[in-house]
């Protein structure tokens, strides 16, 4: 008999870090046009906040448990990050923090199958794009997908 598995799905906003202590404005003389949208780095991709809307899951697939980290009774995270386009989709799926990070040698590949998992799921997903000003931009997103067999 197979253990039960439990899945879970966490989305993370990647945004910059703030500081603690905020700039001091200006004065009318010294100040300078924008010369971007806040809310868009200096590559110009737009980050969730500063009137950027998150994304919102409309559809999302369920990852299998590989068999390898079945037999072996893994538990992993793995952190995919993503480009949610302005349709949507999601885009550039990659690996940000890896299952096999925390896996020592005998289960690192097992823990790489993870990976593999993590990513085809992901890729399935479908959201209500991101929004600046009312029009759909796209936007990076972190996506944790923890992977945990129910003892």
Do not use: W
């Amino acid at each position: 008999m197979l253990p039960a598995i439990a899945l879970s799905l966490a989305l993370f906003a990647a945004q910059e870090p703030t500081s603690a202590t905020p700039p001091s404005a200006p004065s009318a003389s010294q100040r300078v046009p924008a010369s971007r949208p806040c809310g868009l780095d200096a590559i110009g991709q737009y980050h969730i906040g500063c009137g950027v809307t998150a994304p919102r899951v409309i559809s999302q697939a369920y990852p299998e448990y590989s068999k390898e980290a079945r037999e072996k009774k893994l538990d992993a995270i793995v952190l995919v990050g993503i480009i949610v386009d302005a349709h949507g989709r999601p885009t550039n799926v990659h690996i940000v923090r890896s299952a096999s990070d925390t896996a020592d040698e005998a289960n690192h590949d097992a823990a790489l199958s993870l990976d593999q998992k993590a990513l085809a799921c992901v890729q399935k997903y479908r959201f209500a794009p991101a929004t600046y000003q009312g029009k759909p931009v796209p936007v990076d997103l972190n996506i944790e997908v923890n992977f945990q067999i129910v003892k």
